[in-house]
């Protein structure tokens, strides 16, 4: 079986020690590919020395974390929109909205969030979408936009409603390890937008999937959350292997 880990954070600090390990368990366990969002100015030293480590298996995102964006986020965009349009990119990534951190920032959050959206229409990019807490808010930026927009809701976490509001968006909803948890919807939600919506995800080195949750996640895991959807749609993990590879390879054209 082939994999494609659609998000993954492989160049932060958790990595330092054993990041060439870690690349490699990834490989002998069937994932062809890993794509890196970005988070902000200060991590694309890190995103460029990790590619260089396995150019063929790792791919790169440009953009910048909801997160991230603080009082000086218009020269953070400028750091990055240069790095964006100059570089070779496969997303627009990870922008967004974030209202579980901070609500106080929305109004610069949603600047940013719109100028990136912008990048990805202009330059015919996908988006890597966090949305935490701000489905509504960031599917609101996106119908307002007015602009055809594709790309992955990253580790989705919203209703069935939202989620089929995506699907009829044209875009795909990213799943991770919180599939494999017992307090979760997805299934309800995986069930509703079938498999042909999804690609498969692990936001390494967060959100383990059972029977690693609380530890450090990684790549490799990527199969854990194959079975797991395979169990709720009662298919084979060979075909979830298979639609959400391939869906992944459509979206970021890999």
């Known amino acids: 079986m082939k994999w494609i880990d659609t998000h993954t954070h492989l160049n932060v600090s958790e990595f330092d020690n054993d990041r060439i390990q870690v690349?490699?368990?990834?490989?002998?366990?069937?994932?062809?590919?890993?794509?890196?969002?970005?988070?902000?100015?200060?991590?694309?030293?890190?995103?460029?020395?990790?590619?260089s480590l396995r150019p063929d298996s790792i791919e790169l995102m440009m953009g910048l974390h909801p997160c991230s964006v603080k009082e000086n986020y218009k020269e953070e965009l400028v750091i990055i929109r240069k790095e964006l349009f100059e570089g070779k990119y496969k997303a627009v990534g990870e922008i967004g909205l974030d209202l579980y951190w901070d609500k106080t920032s929305l109004d610069i959050q949603k600047d940013?969030?719109?100028e990136q959206l912008k990048w990805?229409?202009?330059?015919?990019?996908?988006?890597?979408?966090h949305s935490r807490e701000a489905t509504q808010e960031c599917l609101e930026c996106i119908v307002g936009l007015n602009k055809m927009i594709q790309g992955v809701f990253h580790c989705f976490s919203g209703t069935v409603e939202q989620a089929r509001k995506i699907v009829e968006l044209g875009m795909f909803l990213g799943i991770g390890g919180v599939v494999t948890y017992?307090?979760?919807?997805?299934?309800?939600?995986i069930n509703a937008v079938g498999l042909?919506?999804?690609?498969?995800?692990?936001?390494?080195?967060?959100?383990?999937p059972v029977p690693n949750r609380?530890?450090?996640?990684?790549?490799?895991?990527?199969?854990?959350?194959?079975?797991?959807?395979?169990?709720?749609?009662?298919?084979?993990?060979?075909?979830?292997?298979?639609?959400?590879?391939f869906n992944a390879q459509q979206i970021f054209r890999i």
């Open 23 to 51: 690349i490699e368990n990834a490989l002998q366990n069937g994932i062809i590919k890993m794509i890196l969002p970005n988070i902000d100015a200060f991590h694309i030293p890190s995103m460029s020395l990790t590619k």
């Open 112 to 114: 940013a969030f719109m």
């Open 120 to 129: 990805s229409h202009e330059l015919n990019l996908p988006v890597s979408i």
């Open 182 to 189: 017992k307090k979760t919807n997805l299934p309800e939600i």
């Open 196 to 208: 042909e919506n999804l690609v498969l995800e692990t936001d390494s080195p967060y959100l383990s």
């Open 214 to 245: 609380g530890k450090r996640n990684e790549s490799s895991y990527i199969s854990l959350i194959g079975r797991s959807i395979a169990d709720i749609l009662n298919s084979r993990i060979e075909e979830v292997a298979e639609l959400t590879t």
